[in-house]
């Protein structure tokens, strides 16, 4: 380059300095010096694979249990953070998890709210989330949600304490800035009381009430029992040859609308049979995971680590990985995916 154009450089690039300090206290910016941080080749995240051994967090969640009551806590729980966004109640970018603890005899009083809200019940059972009215026992694998703006509760009468995996669309919810939220301040909610089983015998037998019609998107089905997913999926794995990049795998749905149990999150239940290995596989959904029977090695990116019976792990969107099951192998998982398929933006890669 001459010693003229060089300047001119310089002088260019002065001048453009000068601008932007210029309509900065107008709340300008240039989209030139930011476009290719926005609009990337492929996700980048702030989203990090981690994984969360259970034997570890259990005895954190029990001190838990003599430091605070799950009245005083309103939800004792401990979350989830990932650590690429601490401090933002965050597992990935648009989903929290998080593992509460209630104790025998304790009940977490009621509350509604916008976010939209999934069990995966880790530890013990008996205990109950009780629903819009409708108290819904507990075991250990079942899956319950909590759809958005419903009252909820929880109690356990049992002589053992209960664990389990929440995870809700705060993050989502939070970067639309449509948080409500509202509590009683009593112990049961404003409601009739429904008998449990109630949704179950309405929608949950391939029938509906006679001229029901949805009143929202989210399923009215509030507890899917891990008894019958297992049964489905063995069922599967006894008839037909396993996808290679899932084994076999299924989605909850909406018994109403074929659709997902909450239009924000999707869950998914999948059976690795003994010595599965998948074929490498990534998709733009940052998933949970949680292990309900057996155990995973897990190649994340060139890392691997074996996830246990209720160890909880991420992988964030767009990683490539493979499983392989030590063990006949049930794994939960969920994810934004329903948003991202509404939005057209869903992609996976085999």
Known sequence: MS????????????ARRDFYSRIDPANLAPLWEQLHNLVTRTPASACQAVHWPYREVRGYLREAGDLITAEEAIRRVLILENPGMRGQAAATTSLYAGLQLILPGEIAPPHRHTQSALRLILEGEGAYTSVEGEKTPMKRGDFVITPS?????HGNETDQPMVWLDGLDVPLVAMLDASFAENTGELKAPLPQKNPGDSRARYGSNLLPVDYVAPTPASPLFSYPYADTLAALRTLAAGETADACHGYKLRYANPVTGGYPMPTIGAFIQLLPDGFATAPYRCSAGTVYAVIDGAVKVTLDGKEFVAQPNDVFVIPSWAGHRFEAQGETTLFSFSDRPVQEMLGLWREQR
């Open 3 to 14: 010693k003229n154009n060089a300047a001119t450089a310089v002088d260019a690039a002065a």
């Open 149 to 153: 703006w419903t009252w909820h509760e």
